[in-house]
């Protein structure tokens, strides 16, 4: 669909020129347009526009309330309402949440159960991105308090405080309605996180692609992409990289200025950072969904690699001398223009430079730099080459401490050497893969990268219960919250057809309390 390249093509221009390739793999939420329709309640009454923007008083620190609120933004679409039902409440996480509406409409499983169960859908936006700050810049003194626990604690403090703009908004507290939350990728981790540590908050929840189990050395994103990803691209993929990590354990640095140089790329001085750049084509797969076709970025770059004078290689590849050579040109005819614009290849990819403005701009409503203040103290999901005998698309020259060493560039003030996010904290806190709470519904995809941090990932094996059911269809990441990509791939439909099902089922048990 057409949406779905010029979002493609939105989010590649977005994410040109970011040193640290892990951040164009973000677990974020895909992006919908905004619908453009005005919209009108069951009553036939004319609602505002669903980009119209709410603001709520939120706590700045919820362990000292003496520190006053700040204004987080959220938007509503009240349009199925009936009173007694549901409020449907999401945050899009770690992202600018205007632009997001789509998800309080029904071209998104949020507006779905509103429809079906005559709720009101809200989206709030996440402390510390876009315009909801409790201060006015990014410091590392400042995002002290973006942590999961304040995040979940906004989410309690909304749902119990908030006097919503509906009619009748006032007397929809949990306890005299039912909350549901929903959240996709983090924001989907966060909801299975806050049905651990808030339980009884929300009646039901429906977690997308959620990614629950906080993991540092998570070179199991590329598990999912070398699995379903074309395999002759795949196998020339695989032999350029064990040509570079080959090169580097002999420390051929004449054979790797070489290489850097078929990819135009020769201006790099440090290895790593030309490994983390062949990790870019492999980030494009994130942004795949059913309804994407052979133009999408990833595919034009397998094209290049596998298509010969209009013949398709076999699954083996054209072998490692073609692979280089055209690899390197597609970076050097199309790819490389698409990533870095006019700038040169150390200043646009280099990660060693601390004084340019990546690292040092401290202005808000930069998610790049929110994002990785989580990522170096609690998540990890270090985007990395994997351990000696697995197959790699990626070089093992990433290693963790190729992020870490970047946690100091971008907070020098909080990090004076390189810090191991404290993964196992979090996992203990809220449960990771060991979470087990009534009335949440899993939703995921064989062929999202982020599976392998999802209740679904490879070994795991856990239950698919009536009370927290799982779900996986053959989607990519968050798919099942796209209305569209049911139509395209029947997998997916099952999946909401599923969620809708439950969401049913646990709303006809629930009771008010107050």
Known sequence: MMWALA????????????????????????????????????????????????????????????????????????????????????????????????????????????????????????????????????????????TIQQAIDDLEYFANTADLPMPGGDAVKPGQAPWILI???????????????????????????????????????????????????????????????????????????????????????????????????????????????????????????????????????????????????????????????????ETCLGTYDMSQSYWTNVAVNNAYRSWFWMVCNQVGWYQVGPPEGQPAIVSRILQPIYEERQCVNMFPQAFAYPPEPTTSQTDMMYDGWNLNVPRLFFANGLRDPWREATVSADGLFKANTTSMPIYEGDGFHCSDLIVENAIVDSTIAVVQEAGLMYMKEWLAEWTPST
């Not at 505002?48 to 620190?61: A, E, G, H, K, W």
């Not at 029904?106 to 201060?135: C, K, M």
Request: hydrophobic letters at 40%; one cysteine or more.
């Open 183 to 345: 959240g996709g990728s983090y924001s989907g981790a966060l909801t299975g996180w806050t049905m651990v540590n808030k339980p009884e908050l929300f009646w039901a929840a429906y977690a997308s692609s959620a990614v629950v189990e906080a993991i540092t050395d998570y070179y199991g994103y590329f598990t999912p992409v070398r699995e379903y990803m074309p395999q002759n691209c795949s196998s020339d993929v695989q032999a350029v990289i064990a040509y570079l990590d080959g090169m580097y354990a002999a420390n051929d640095t004449t054979g790797i200025q070489t290489l850097k140089e078929a990819f135009g790329l020769g201006d790099i001085v440090h290895v790593d950072d030309f490994a983390s750049a062949l990790q870019y084509n492999l980030f494009d797969w994130q942004s795949l969904q059913p309804d994407v076709g052979p133009g999408a970025t990833f595919f034009e770059f397998c094209d290049a690699l596998e298509v010969k004078d209009g013949v398709n290689a076999g699954p083996e590849g054209w072998g490692l001398e073609n692979a280089i050579y055209s690899w390197g040109n597609f970076w050097n005819t199309t790819y490389y223009s698409y990533v870095c614009g006019t700038e040169d290849a």
């Open 7 to 146: 979002s493609l093509l939105l989010a590649g221009l977005a994410r040109a020129a970011i040193p640290n390739a892990m951040l164009r793999g973000m677990p974020s939420l895909p992006k919908l347009p905004v619908p453009e329709r005005s919209i009108t309640s069951l009553n036939g009454t004319a609602l505002p526009p669903i980009t119209t923007v709410y603001y709520f008083d939120q706590l700045i620190d919820h362990n000292n309330p003496d520190l006053g609120t700040f204004q987080q933004r959220y938007w509503m679409n009240w349009e199925f309402y009936e009173p007694s039902g549901p409020i449907i409440l999401m945050t899009p996480g770690e992202a600018d949440a205007d632009g997001y509406e789509a998800y309080i409409t029904n071209e998104t499983i949020n507006g779905l159960i509103a429809q079906q169960q005559n709720g009101a859908a809200v989206l709030i936006e996440h402390r510390f991105f876009g315009y909801s700050n409790p201060y006015d810049n990014l410091t590392s003194q400042s995002l002290a308090l973006l």
